[in-house]
């Protein structure tokens, strides 16, 4: 957790604050003065996170799907969340799905294997708010069956192989 803080200190030089959490702090203890008064969450110009999603197999996509819930009330109105992830993590999707933003933006590493997701803006609407829903299904479907095909071989008896359905 160390190493974290002093990467993203030396990464993103003009941060104020840094904050190491596994999702979003308690807002009692990390800025009492502020809870205290009865005051909003703090807001920020970015949020910066390389989120954990490996805590063992198969891949665990909780921790960034809370942090995209919440980056929107946490940023400034031009506000913009920053993540990197492997390039086989759909933070994409996980934007589309969970996030409110206006824009989103992807750059790939040289190498292929990382991917620096940038998304910020107020989204007008849900991203994904077909009039009858189906993008959204889609899209839920798709994440389904990623994360079913990242568990162990025989994890759920009677499952069936499923067709990826690319949005």
Same mark, same amino acid.
């Given at each position: 957790d160390a190493l974290a803080l002093a990467a993203a200190a030396e990464n993103v030089p003009q941060?104020?604050?840094?904050?190491?959490c596994s999702g979003w702090p308690d807002e009692a203890a990390a800025f009492p003065r502020r809870a205290a008064a009865g005051r909003r969450p703090a807001r920020y110009d970015w949020i910066v996170s390389n989120p954990p999603?490996?805590?063992?197999?198969?891949?665990?996509?909780?921790v960034l799907v809370q942090l995209i819930r919440g980056a929107r009330?946490?940023?400034?109105?031009?506000?913009?969340?920053?993540?990197?992830?492997?390039?086989?993590? %759909?933070? =994409? #999707? @996980?934007?589309?799905?969970?996030?409110?933003?206006?824009?989103?933006?992807a750059d790939v590493s040289e190498d292929g294997r990382f991917v620096t997701w940038s998304a910020g803006g107020r989204a007008a609407g849900p991203r994904?708010?077909? %009039?009858? =829903? #189906? @993008?959204?299904?889609r899209a839920e479907e798709w994440l389904a069956a990623e994360q079913a095909e990242a568990e162990p071989e025989g994890a759920r008896a009677g499952d069936q192989p499923r067709k990826r359905q690319r949005v």
């Open positions: 941060a104020r604050r840094l904050l190491l999603v490996h805590r063992g197999q198969p891949d665990c996509f909780d009330r946490r940023l400034r109105p031009r506000g913009v969340l920053w993540l990197v992830a492997q390039e086989q993590v %759909p933070v =994409g #999707r @996980l934007l589309a799905l969970h996030g409110s933003f206006e824009w989103v933006k994904l708010a077909a %009039p009858d =829903g #189906r @993008l959204r299904k």
